[in-house]
């Protein structure tokens, strides 16, 4: 399986950089560095970390991380959200119920 091109955030460089050893601490749970280095490479759930390539060292930022882990965040969020049940009312019969209800439609 070739490995994706890793692909440098310039912005980063406005940010608080951390070699890869430090961000391991930044993480709430305790992780690797070749965690942390296949989340730049691979990512997780189609989420990669930001990093950029400095004097042949990887660098990434205190800001990329919490942006990487709120992404994180939201995607559990969103598959923990129930989806709409299939039985549900017509627009029709909702309408219908309102008005029977006296509620606005």
Not at 24 to 29: A, Q, R, S
Not at 46 to 63: F, H, K, M, P, Q
Request: charged share 30%.
């Amino acid at each position: 399986m070739a490995s994706k091109m890793i692909r440098d955030s310039p912005d980063l460089l406005d940010e608080t950089l951390l070699p890869l050893v430090e961000a391991c601490e930044y993480f709430p749970k305790a992780y690797t560095r070749s965690a942390i280095e296949r989340w730049i490479r691979h990512g997780s759930r189609n989420i990669v970390l930001e990093s950029i390539l400095i004097c042949g060292r990887r660098y990434t930022s205190v800001e990329a991380i919490e942006r990487f882990i709120r992404s994180q965040l939201q995607v559990e969020a969103e598959k923990a959200r129930p989806e709409p049940s299939k039985g549900s009312l017509s627009k029709k019969a909702l309408a219908e119920a309102s008005r029977r209800f006296g509620l606005p439609e």
